[in-house]
């Protein structure tokens, strides 16, 4: 009874870390994209929370209410997104900025309803499911005969930032199953660097260097070995593919940061949106032909809501206010319950929100939702001095503090 509700449990999360590589491996995405199937999956689990919960007591209602609101947002932003593929956008009020805006916080929502209605899922499971995902991505990379210029290898780096940020989500977890680097932290770590995104290299090594209750010259070999990877794959990933994703996201910056300068209160407010952004700085020719390759019909990133980053976007569409509440709310929420995946979600989400969508992804939203809940769950001064003491039982059973 137990193993079927940790498989309940940890179904939204299964979906999240393997369902896009087995959609890409079995070619499925090419009817829709990844997002429009995650989106359908999260609707058909909302409403399934939501028959679940409405006999589930006082509370139950509750977590109904929540879920039909995410499903409703989810249900919005997936036939927004499907009318925008398709061009079939009204003429008149277009609502899909806002229901892409709602997404944000419906995600999320989903997250920690499943996790409220059918428990949390512990660290065990987010690391297999990241031990999972990596062997899955090193899959791809080698049919993909090892370069990112062939389609299925092109599509996989697309969702290099988003994918690094699942498999660092669950080396924030792996920390508390054991005191030394372990296997399983290891075949993590080797498909962050398979993404070939090396801001979320970067981050794996802070979160072992800072985290890790390894002892400090284990931390340190790997972090070396991090970083000198970093370097290696800015030397090695030459291809085109790569080159123009780069490009994609220097410019997606250069342009939104650039709009925010030339008009300060957006700094404050955002931009409306359903209004194109004032991006001075004109798209390269080449950038413009990926966009319409991608997405046929597409065009350049102009609203807020069709900015790629997350601080980038966020900023955009609401102002710094949220990232500066995130800034400081975070560390003293942290403060009231302690516990490294917590920690480890917070660097996570400062280096992973510039390169990837985050909250914005049907995936990592989702993931994100449940990692809080199950994060949370497991912090506490009991959880902290357990992780305390972890840190004194090394490898060699000496004492790191």
């Not at 499903?71 to 892409?100: E, K, Q």
């Not at 994918?163 to 005191?179: G, K, M, Q, V, Y």
Request: hydrophobic content about 60%; charged content about 10%; aromatic content about 10%.
């Amino acid at each position: 009874m137990r193993q079927s509700s940790s498989f309940i449990a940890a179904l939204p999360l299964a979906v999240a870390y393997l369902g896009p590589s087995f959609l890409r491996i079995t070619r499925l995405q090419t009817a829709f994209p990844i997002g429009v199937w995650l989106d359908g999956t999260w609707v058909v689990l909302a409403a399934a929370a939501a028959l679940w919960s409405a006999g589930g007591g006082s509370k139950g209602w509750m977590r109904a209410l929540l879920a039909a609101l995410s499903g409703i947002a989810l249900g919005a932003a997936a036939l927004a997104a499907v009318s925008l593929l398709r061009g079939s956008a009204a003429a008149g009020w277009d609502i899909s900025p806002w229901t892409a805006e709602a997404a944000l916080a419906a995600y999320a929502a989903f997250g920690l309803l499943w996790a409220r209605t059918f428990g949390v899922a512990d660290a065990v499971v987010f690391t297999r499911l990241g031990v999972l995902a990596s062997a899955l991505l090193l899959l791809e990379f080698a049919l993909a005969g090892g370069s990112v210029a062939v389609g299925r290898g092109s599509a996989m780096f697309a969702w290099s930032s988003v994918e690094a940020c699942l498999l660092l989500a669950s080396l924030c977890f792996s920390f508390r199953l054991t005191p030394s680097i372990s296997v399983d932290q290891l075949l993590i770590l080797t498909g962050v660097a398979a993404t070939l995104s090396r801001p979320s290299i970067l981050c794996a090594a802070i979160l072992v260097g800072l985290l890790s209750p390894a002892k400090a010259r284990t931390r340190t070999a790997v972090v070396v070995i991090l970083v000198v990877g970093i370097f290696l794959i800015g030397w090695l990933a030459s291809s085109p593919v790569v080159t123009l994703v780069r490009l994609d996201w220097y410019w997606t910056w250069v342009a939104g940061v650039q709009a925010l300068a030339a008009h300060p209160h957006a700094l404050l407010t955002g931009f409306p949106l359903d209004q194109a952004a004032p991006v001075a700085v004109k798209a390269p020719e080449i950038l413009v032909q990926l966009w319409e390759n991608v997405a046929p019909g597409g065009a350049a990133p102009s609203l807020p809501s069709t900015f790629g980053p997350f601080w980038l976007r966020l900023s955009l569409c609401w102002g710094l206010c949220p990232f500066f509440l995130f800034l400081l709310g975070y560390p003293i929420w942290l403060g009231r319950r302690p516990s490294k995946p917590l920690a480890g979600l917070f660097i996570v989400a400062l280096i992973g929100g510039v390169v990837s969508p985050l909250l914005y992804h049907p995936a990592l939203g989702v993931v994100v939702g449940a990692a809080l809940a199950a994060g949370a769950a497991a912090s506490g001064p009991v959880a902290a001095a357990a992780e305390e003491n972890a840190g004194t039982v090394n490898d060699g059973g000496e004492n790191d503090a």
